[in-house]
Each structure stands twice: as structure tokens, then as C-alpha cells.
């Protein structure tokens, strides 16, 4: 079955400390993988996606992710995180034979304390 | 630009009722998906039209329809509401039928909906 798990449920980091986000995914073929984030009251925006190549990718606000065939893991990392970076993250993969059919995660919501 | 617009923010309907809920993709774009998220949870695919065509289907029950216009803004319906129909129903748009390297999907701010 064609699955994605967060297993953190809520992250509290410090500002200024690094973060990262675990996905783990369960997909009968290579698939396409994103990390998207959802502020309160807002709909939901791509960080970053991986196709194919180079297994690190980089994102927007300063994020990056890594693409681990073996573990079958798409973890997402940024080096310092800011206040404004709580929100909700959701991990997804989608079909690489066309479609928008994206399977997501349950999510982590990131709390930042000062 | 404006982005993907949802319409209404709000709406509160009663077991039993049907709702429509419209989006108009961002100006230029022909594909729209639409998702359901529940509280707590991930979005759940539920459809996505391309030129007006349906593209893809989630597991969702017959309740649930969608279609595209001429514009390619587009309604879900949702019949014989259940209390656990309640969630942001979440619109996206995209410039081509299928992910690629440049192709993105952009989501609305969505839709809240609560059955009593």
C-alpha cells in the first residue's frame, strides 16, 4: 500500500537551532517526493521536490532535503531555524506517470521557542 | 497575480444537506485537484480535472462529485452530508495534467466546512 509517515507529531526547537523532519514512504515505484508547508489559515506551499539526480535538494526558505533510496526517507533539514518557521509540514509523494494524485503525510507541527 | 481563490471561506450546513464549493485556478492554468483535510491530518486527494476532463479519482464515495468549466474554475459537490464530511477542502492549480520537474501544484487557502 502507498503510504507516508511523519513520525513526530509535533517538533519543539530552540530559534537559531537546526531542525530536521522525518518522512519515511511506502510507494510501489520510484516516486516523486515534496515537503510542503501550511500556515495557520493558509493553504499549503512547496518547499521542495525531488524527481531525480542529486539526492539533496534544495529548497525555499532555506531548506533542504535529502533523498535516501535505502530507507526509503525524505528528510527534511535547515541549518537555523527562525520564528517564523512554525507552521505545519507535510511530507507527500506522487505518481511519476503523470497525475496530481499526491498522498501526504499526517504532518509535524513546529513549534519555535525563543 | 492573483493565486488560486476558493470560495466561500466559510460554510456550516446540517446533516443530510449538499454543499458546493468553487475555486478559480491561477489565470493560465488548465488542471485543478481538489483535496479534503481533515482536522489533524494530511490532505486526501479526492479529484483532479484537466481541460475539463477528469483526470483522477481518490477513494472517496459517489457523494462526492466535481467539474471543470469552459474557464477551467471548477466546483466540488458534496451530497447527503455526514458529520465527518467537516474539513478544509483544499483547491490547487497547475499549468499541465501531471508532475514534472517544472510543473508545481498552487493551493488555495481552502474552504472550512462543518456538518452539525
Known amino acids: ?114 | 497575480d492573483a493565486g488560486v481563490t476558493q470560495s466561500p471561506t466559510h460554510l456550516i450546513k446540517t446533516r443530510g444537506q449538499h454543499v458546493t464549493l468553487r475555486c478559480s485556478p491561477i489565470s493560465g492554468h488548465k488542471s485543478v485537484s481538489w483535496y479534503q483535510q481533515v482536522l489533524g491530518q494530511g490532505p486526501q486527494f479526492i479529484f483532479q480535472y484537466y481541460e475539463k476532463e477528469e483526470r483522477g479519482r481518490g477513494n472517496f464515495p459517489d457523494r462526492f462529485s466535481a467539474r471543470q468549466f469552459p474557464n477551467y474554475s471548477s466546483e466540488l459537490n458534496v451530497n447527503a452530508l455526514l458529520l465527518g464530511d467537516s474539513a478544509l477542502y483544499l483547491c490547487a492549480s497547475s499549468s499541465s495534467p501531471g508532475q514534472g520537474i517544472t510543473d508545481t501544484q498552487y493551493f488555495g487557502p481552502g474552504t472550512r466546512l462543518t456538518v452539525l
Open chain 1, 1 to 114: 500500500a502507498q503510504s507516508v509517515t511523519q513520525p513526530d507529531i509535533h517538533i519543539t526547537v530552540s530559534e537559531g537551532a537546526s531542525l530536521e523532519l522525518r518522512c519515511n514512504y511506502s510507494y510501489g515505484a520510484t516516486p516523486y517526493l515534496f515537503w510542503y508547508v501550511q500556515s495557520p489559515g493558509q493553504g499549503l506551499q512547496l518547499l521542495l521536490k525531488y524527481f531525480s539526480g542529486d539526492t539533496l535538494v534544495q529548497g525555499i526558505k532555506g531548506f533542504e532535503a535529502e533523498f535516501k533510496r535505502s530507507q526509503s526517507s525524505f528528510n527534511l533539514r535547515k541549518p537555523s531555524v527562525h520564528w517564523s518557521d512554525a507552521a505545519e509540514y507535510f511530507c507527500a509523494v506522487g505518481p511519476n506517470t503523470g497525475g496530481f494524485k499526491t498522498i501526504f503525510g499526517a504532518g509535524t507541527r513546529l513549534f519555535v521557542k525563543a
